[in-house]
């Protein structure tokens, strides 16, 4: 029988007391190329070869050994090393009478790779043996091997399939039920609450200034303080009351079959539980506390959605906050409409202002090919500046733009400065922009017209311009926004889809939108080195993207280790404060040393650039 090279250079142990019957089996095995030959005269010698490969079991191939061995009981030996879990080491056994042979009988032999032989030797019955005994041990060996990594890719896949069924209904920080659980279980409450006519309250629970804590701090200490607070509030409440995270600092409580005044004492405790705690980092103790919003159910609210109960608790919980924080509100519809009204009285002829006075400007921040370093574009992002000069970020006067009709003028202002800085920059430039624009940009007749022209009169190449749209973008006006992309496309421009896995359907509209890049959404980057959920989650979209020929922008890379692990799960390209903050100059070079950050520690840079951009937010 023929085996392989590898199969001979196997360790094969002779085991037998009489010394000339010893040589013999040596030298016949010798000869027909099996090298690697241990002996031993007893048990004991046996026992000893065995330990000397005790790391190294594998390159033991097989055991002849006699039946009559001294200090060894051969029915033992071979139930531990040839039948049990971890090994499988062969025997050939001689004996010298095949009737009298005490292990033909015993019920392990049919599955341990045991072969019996009577002396005198046969040598070509013995050498067949061997070879035959050596196969089937490799046989054995690799389909265990299979099985092996069938199981631990069982068990992997369980694992990520129940983690990742888990994230769909809880969140993974604080334990808590996620709003979207919370949603339908809120859905079940109130049909119940409607039908027993009782009442009782959505509590909305805000953590004040919690952002300073976690731009001052970074996310981890953030991080820790959430699970805490969390820990506080939850002692107060009852095990079946419905408690959840709605949002990065934003808890939501319902308390069932209470009474006003009940409702208003809980949340008086609450308030007063976080206040008392002091959140120690390090040297710094920061003193907590906490907004909280309550909107009452009852037989008339129980009729609402629950979205429109959580957002009547929202606004009584910014009441609290604009009232000076650390206090409780109770909804109260004229206070809402009086708010709103107030806000966007505010910003508006801020804004109007803003856009005559010049008063807006534009930060570029770096987006990083992940191969090489090079700077692929640079992200337009827009600033404010308010009464006393400060910066006001987009997040607090966009959202007021879209509601009060003064996006359009936004919009078509960034793609015009955007296009000019462009135009001043040298003629041998080669940098590119990626503009934002906002949800309601394609409701706009003349954004197109103006884009035209702009591109016209500056002889700024369109294929230097990337537009970033989000999915609410994208589904508002289906088929407007389609056909608008295509225009715009046609012009040579390209798309990108922002916030991408924010949103549900994010993979739907992979399909359908036309989009060179694919911004996988902060949420997902901020944790990827200790969350395997999201490693998961990134790597996928990684994949999918790239299968359909887009490019993926991971945002909100802030350190060196998340730089590494975007590369190793296929990501194209990278953006955020460890590469580059947004500035108002752009970036000497046209690259980056990647290997040089991978080196330098992140935090100092982080805080000297934070106090570079001093953001004012109306938190
Ligand atoms: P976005 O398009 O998702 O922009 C990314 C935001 O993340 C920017 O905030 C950016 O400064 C911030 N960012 C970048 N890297 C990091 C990082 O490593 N860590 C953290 N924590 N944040 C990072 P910004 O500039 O405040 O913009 C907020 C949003 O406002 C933008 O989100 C975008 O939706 C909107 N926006 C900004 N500029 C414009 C604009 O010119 N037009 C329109 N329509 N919307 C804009
Ligand atoms: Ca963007
Ligand atoms: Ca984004």
């Given at each position: 029988m023929l085996i392989s090279k590898k199969l001979k250079e196997k360790v094969i142990i002779i085991a037998e007391n009489d010394q000339q019957l010893l040589a013999e089996i040596k030298r016949n095995l010798n000869k027909h190329g099996f090298l690697n030959i241990k002996t031993a005269l007893d048990g004991k010698q046996i026992f000893e070869i065995l330990r000397s490969y005790y790391d190294a079991a594998e390159q033991i191939g097989l055991l002849i050994v006699n039946?009559?061995?001294?200090?060894?009981?051969v029915l033992v030996m071979c139930k531990t090393l040839s039948s049990n879990d971890t090994s499988l080491i062969p025997f050939v056994i001689l004996g010298a009478d095949d009737k009298k042979?005490?292990?033909?009988?015993?019920?392990f032999t049919s599955q341990a790779l045991i072969h019996r032989m009577s002396l005198p030797i046969n040598y070509p019955v013995l050498l067949d043996t061997i070879a035959f005994q050596l196969i089937m041990m490799q046989e054995r060996y690799l389909r265990r091997k299979q099985e092996e990594l069938l199981i631990n890719e069982l068990a992997e896949r369980k694992i990520v399939d129940a983690k990742l069924k888990y994230l769909v209904m809880h969140?993974?920080?604080?334990g808590l039920i996620n709003r979207h659980n919370f949603e339908s279980q809120l859905r079940i409450i109130l049909a119940r609450s409607r039908m027993r006519q009782q009442e009782g309250a959505l509590i909305l629970i805000n953590l004040d200034r919690f952002s300073l804590v976690n731009e001052l701090e970074g996310f981890d200490v953030g991080d820790r303080l959430l699970i805490e607070v969390v820990g506080i509030i939850r002692k107060l409440t009852l095990k079946d009351d419905l408690f959840a995270r709605i949002g990065s600092d934003e808890f939501c409580l319902f308390l069932d079959n209470s009474t006003e005044k009940e409702i208003k004492q809980f949340a008086e405790r609450v308030r007063k539980s976080v206040y008392e705690f002091i959140f120690s980092c390090g040297d710094v103790c920061y003193s907590t506390s906490l907004s909280i919003g309550i909107a009452p159910v009852n037989m008339v609210t129980a009729n609402q959605h629950p979205n429109e109960a959580i957002s009547r608790a929202r606004q009584a919980c910014r009441m609290a906050k604009e009232h000076g924080r650390n206090m409780l509100w109770s909804y109260n519809e004229t206070d809402t409409k009086v708010q709103e009204r107030n806000k966007d009285l505010y910003w508006v002829p801020l804004i109007k202002k803003a856009l005559l006075d010049k008063k807006f400007f534009l930060v570029f921040q770096p987006v990083v090919c992940?191969?090489?370093?090079?700077?692929?574009h640079y992200e337009v992002l827009i600033r404010m500046r308010g009464l006393q000069n400060e910066v006001i970020s987009p997040g607090d006067f966009i959202p007021v733009s879209e509601r009060m009709g003064l996006i359009h003028d936004i919009d078509q202002w960034v793609v015009e400065n955007a296009i000019d800085f462009l135009a001043k920059l040298p003629e041998s430039s080669k940098v590119s922009l990626a503009i934002n624009l906002s949800s309601?940009?394609?409701?706009?007749?003349?954004l197109l017209p103006t884009l035209k022209e702009k591109l016209s009169l500056s002889w700024?190449?369109?294929?230097r311009l990337t537009f970033e749209i989000t999915e609410t973008a994208a589904v508002a006006n289906f088929e407007q926004t389609r056909k608008m992309i295509a225009e715009i496309r046609s012009l040579g421009c390209k798309f990108a889809l922002d916030d991408?896995?924010?949103?549900?359907?994010s993979f739907n509209y992979l399909k359908t939108f036309p989009v060179d890049f694919v911004k996988i959404d902060g949420q997902f980057i901020r944790n990827l080195i200790n969350d395997e959920t999201d490693q998961v989650l990134v790597k996928s979209m990684a994949e999918i993207a790239t299968n359909l020929g887009k490019k993926t922008i991971a945002e909100f890379v802030e350190t060196p280790e998340i730089i590494v692990k975007l590369k190793e799960l296929g990501i194209d390209m990278a953006q955020g404060y460890i590469l580059g903050?947004?500035?108002q100059e752009l970036l000497?070079?046209?690259?980056?040393a990647l290997d040089g950050i991978a080196r330098e520690s992140a935090k100092p840079k982080r805080f000297a650039s934070w106090f570079s951009e001093k953001v004012s937010r109306v938190d």
């Open positions: 039946e009559q061995l001294p200090q060894c009981d042979n005490n292990i033909e009988n015993s019920e969140d993974e920080l604080t992940l191969n090489n370093g090079e700077i692929s309601v940009a394609f409701q706009d007749d003349s700024v190449d369109a294929s991408f896995g924010a949103g549900f359907c903050r947004p500035e000497a070079s046209n690259s980056i």
